[in-house]
């Protein structure tokens, strides 16, 4: 059974920072292509990153240069390192699986995790 589990989501101030972590299992990890997805209050879901199993990124437009994924293939982890963090930033941040090692179609997803930019 394939699950993604994220962890690592806070309350912080803006401007600090916070590491995303999702635990993947019940499949290869390191075939598969993976994204963060968020979903701000309110508002429709955003793609953040993704990286595929060869290790190539890609950031949407409002977090480049202040977020960065990464994966540990040994670890079956992904991960999202944020820095800089702004109000906007506030929302559940979803880990995915795409069905093929490049990103494409979404087949997984993980539960959830709340990340609140506050003062």
């Known amino acids: 059974e394939v699950q993604l589990v994220e962890s690592g989501g806070d309350l912080v101030q803006p401007g600090g920072s916070l590491r995303l972590s999702c635990a993947a299992s019940?499949?290869?990890?390191?075939?598969?292509?993976m994204s963060w997805v968020r979903q701000a209050p309110g508002k429709g879901l955003e793609w953040v990153s993704s990286?595929?199993?060869?290790?190539?990124?890609r950031y949407g437009d409002s977090v480049k240069g202040r977020f960065t994924i990464s994966r540990d293939n040994a670890e079956n982890t992904l991960y999202l390192q944020m820095s800089s963090l702004k109000f906007d930033d506030t929302a559940v941040y979803y880990c995915?699986?795409?069905?093929?090692?490049?990103?494409?179609?979404?087949?997984?997803w993980g539960q959830g995790t709340q990340v609140t930019v506050s003062s």
């Open positions: 019940g499949f290869t990890f390191s075939n598969y292509a």
């Open positions: 995915t699986r795409s069905d093929q090692p490049v990103v494409g179609e979404y087949d997984y």
């Open positions: 990286i595929n199993a060869g290790g190539s990124t």
